[in-house]
């Protein structure tokens, strides 16, 4: 087993509405904080990569590798990186590859998508599918997760109330363990019957099956795995990095049950840490919708094709059972600032492998991150080591 | 000297105002005329990095990644990287990095800009400039960069006229240089009295001091530079890459006569490739704005401080003088689609170091693009070689 990169600090802002706070706060808390954890000084920085969406639909704001370097005051190279929701996942990806020729590279992520008005951000978020073939005919990106979980049901023979009650069950558990993390956006528990009942937002997804609009901001300091123990004792490696890209549209994909993106990044990185999906020990999928994480575990691996539901109907994927899946409490109820979330599941399963999580997984040796651009367009797996074999 | 990349395949459009084209289909056209020059299938490529600056605001579409590599039917690991009009720049930064695990690798840029109002294109691009403190108060960029020439001038002691007479002879020079490429916006000559007497856009840039809104695309096939010579007989090699930032606000700098990113970035490039800054024999410069090239002359070290202007006067920065500069037509005559430009400059150094440019400079051996983010938040310069020595 070969690492790629060492994770030497982490640092997250609370998701949520921050009304006091602007994108450059955001990241500028993040940021400091993952220096802070790292114990190095900002000058030891040599590249910087910054994950963001819609900073430029949503705050008029392109060009943030300016504003990261500024925050710590350095002249570095620093640049975004962008795929949509998967914008955080491929930053790391980016990020690794600096290590060629940098020694410490910081990785950044940062949305912040609550002051404009819910119209505008679905609007943005659209920008992640086709503009042509499904925004234009009034495609929203609840509707293309509906398209797919109509899809599912039908495929797999789901009665309605059958499949309402898995999904109810995916967002009950990721409430419960948000209810545990302080820095979650809706750190409370919900019940199965508020999941099944809650409003319709597209058909069969309720207002429950659904990750909210958040702002946020997570970081990462990376460094060549072998300066890790030089400024830690507690490193945890990166030992795959995979991207995998498909159609932008859904209606061009050879399945919607399944995201081709998805299959080939995991096989990919399964490949390079050299490990099965049995190895294991803590997930943090994307949830974006509840039928995502159904989907994501099948793609994975994790279960065969059309038996997913099992697993959660056993509640197998709560922290504390056999494969633990986002106990960090998700998209779904940690929150979604887009360009942040692929960062922030990279700062959560850190917390794991350094036994620091609020739904601490037991004994947990590899960690695997999952972060998808859009209906499935990129896909970004990493996996992590407490140490190296 | 050791070359980081080779670049073995070019691929561009024409710029201006494809009103008939999509972001898609630019984008199709330049990836596919590079993977044709290359010789190379596109079964080869194993990473893509697309430049783009403003898709979200001006077409609503995010996530090119994956458009990217949906025109070549291929699932690699594709995505966005932004850092305003020096997109182009940090993809090639960017691209080099991935060859740390990668053996080919597509770089494209493209921007669709004439599909919207001038209105809606200036917000946009003033994206790249600091929202809170420039934009909201009004500020765009000819603002910005008028501030700089008129900052110029008083440090300088240039009286009105003989200032407006040296910006104006950049404009004819590039405009003159831009009639013999095809593939640029504006390919035609000017005289003097029309630069000097156009209509003011804001004080002392008058019309031709100002590059135009573009469409266009342009693509980069690089590789392992120790496997160019299999692909092609004239590959040409990239023997330095540096990206340097500064504050993102111009308000903020220590200079307004001066970019310290571009200093910065182009110390570091001469010292990768081991070479001075008179070995260059021809140059692609960032001149957004005529004032911009003057002053990047004198950061990237062409001219001691306050004497660029010396130089323009004896008209030694035409193609066929001792110090070629933009060759091409710079942004100012070529265009300047902005996520496109960065990659073009490269498409055009490539050119000249193969032979086969419009305004061929003779016997060039090393070439060096600089590219600028905004107000000098970002610059990117690369230096390229005909061969290794």
Same mark, same amino acid.
């Given at each position: 087993?070969? %690492?790629?990169?060492?994770?030497?600090?982490?640092?997250?802002?609370?998701?949520?509405?921050?009304?006091?706070?602007?994108?450059?706060? $955001?990241?500028?808390?993040?940021?400091?904080?993952?220096?802070?954890?790292?114990?190095?000084?900002?000058?030891?920085?040599?590249?910087?990569?910054?994950?963001?969406?819609?900073?430029?639909?949503?705050?008029?704001?392109?060009?943030?590798?300016?504003?990261?370097?500024?925050?710590?005051?350095?002249?570095?190279?620093?640049?975004?990186?962008?795929?949509?929701?998967?914008?955080?996942?491929?930053?790391?990806?980016?990020?690794?590859?600096?290590?060629?020729?940098?020694?410490?590279?910081?990785?950044?992520?940062? @949305?912040?998508?609550?002051?404009?008005?819910? *119209?505008?951000?679905?609007?943005?978020?659209?920008? %992640?599918?086709?503009?042509?073939?499904? /925004?234009?005919?009034?495609?929203?990106?609840?509707?293309?997760?509906?398209?797919?979980?109509?899809?599912?049901?039908?495929?797999?023979?789901?009665?309605?109330?059958?499949?309402?009650?898995?999904?109810?069950?995916?967002?009950?558990?990721?409430?419960?363990? !948000?209810?545990?993390?302080?820095?979650?956006?809706?750190?409370? /528990?919900?019940? $199965?019957?508020?999941?099944?009942?809650?409003?319709?937002?597209?058909?069969?997804?309720?207002?429950?099956?659904?990750?909210?609009?958040?702002?946020?901001?997570?970081?990462?300091?990376?460094?060549?795995? @072998? $300066?890790?123990?030089?400024?830690?004792?507690?490193?945890?490696?990166?030992?795959?990095?995979?991207?995998?890209?498909?159609?932008?549209?859904?209606?061009?994909?050879?399945?919607?049950?399944?995201?081709?993106?998805?299959?080939?990044?995991?096989?990919?990185?399964?490949?390079? *840490?050299?490990?099965?999906?049995?190895?294991?020990?803590?997930?943090?999928?994307?949830?974006?919708?509840?039928?995502? @994480?159904?989907?994501?575990?099948?793609?994975?691996?994790?279960?065969?094709?059309?038996?997913?539901?099992?697993?959660?109907?056993?509640?197998?994927?709560?922290?504390? *059972?056999?494969?633990?899946?986002?106990?960090?409490?998700?998209?779904?109820?940690?929150?979604?600032?887009?360009?942040?979330?692929?960062?922030?599941?990279?700062?959560?399963?850190?917390?794991?492998?350094?036994?620091? !999580?609020?739904?601490?997984?037991?004994?947990?040796?590899?960690?695997?991150?999952?972060?998808?651009?859009?209906?499935?367009?990129?896909?970004?797996?990493?996996?992590?080591?407490?140490?190296?074999?």
């Amino acid at each position: 087993m070969k %690492a790629l990169a060492a994770i030497i600090g982490i640092g997250i802002t609370k998701f949520g509405e921050h009304w006091n706070k602007g994108i450059k706060e $955001l990241l500028a808390e993040a940021q400091l904080k993952a220096l802070e954890d790292s114990g190095i000084s900002e000058k030891d920085i040599q590249q910087i990569y910054v994950a963001n969406m819609c900073a430029d639909s949503l705050s008029g704001q392109l060009h943030l590798g300016s504003i990261a370097s500024q925050i710590l005051g350095i002249n570095v190279p620093s640049y975004r990186v962008e795929a949509a929701c998967a914008s955080g996942g491929v930053a790391i990806n980016a990020a690794i590859n600096a290590l060629r020729h940098k020694d410490i590279v910081l990785v950044s992520g940062v @949305e912040k998508m609550t002051d404009v008005d819910t *119209a505008k951000v679905t609007t943005a978020l659209m920008g %992640a599918g086709n503009e042509e073939w499904e /925004e234009f005919h009034g495609a929203t990106f609840p509707a293309l997760y509906a398209l797919m979980a109509n899809a599912y049901m039908h495929e797999f023979g789901f009665a309605e109330e059958k499949f309402r009650e898995i999904l109810s069950k995916i967002a009950v558990k990721n409430h419960k363990h !948000a209810s545990k993390n302080p820095f979650a956006q809706f750190p409370r /528990e919900i019940t $199965l019957q508020q999941a099944n009942n809650a409003s319709i937002v597209a058909y069969p997804l309720r207002l429950f099956d659904c990750s909210p609009i958040s702002d946020g901001a997570a970081a990462l300091v990376l460094c060549k795995p @072998e $300066l890790a123990k030089k400024f830690c004792d507690n490193p945890v490696y990166v030992v795959a990095s995979a991207v995998a890209t498909d159609t932008l549209a859904l209606a061009e994909r050879e399945s919607l049950t399944s995201l081709k993106a998805t299959r080939l990044a995991a096989n990919d990185a399964l490949n390079q *840490a050299g490990i099965s999906i049995k190895d294991i020990n803590v997930f943090e999928v994307h949830d974006c919708f509840t039928i995502a @994480e159904l989907i994501a575990m099948e793609d994975l691996g994790i279960a065969e094709r059309g038996k997913a539901s099992k697993l959660i109907e056993e509640e197998q994927t709560y922290y504390d *059972a056999s494969i633990p899946i986002n106990p960090s409490g998700g998209l779904k109820a940690f929150g979604h600032a887009v360009g942040a979330t692929g960062i922030k599941q990279a700062v959560e399963l850190t917390k794991q492998l350094r036994n620091e !999580a609020y739904c601490q997984v037991e004994n947990a040796e590899f960690a695997l991150s999952h972060n998808v651009g859009g209906s499935g367009g990129t896909a970004a797996v990493h996996i992590y080591a407490r140490r190296l074999l």
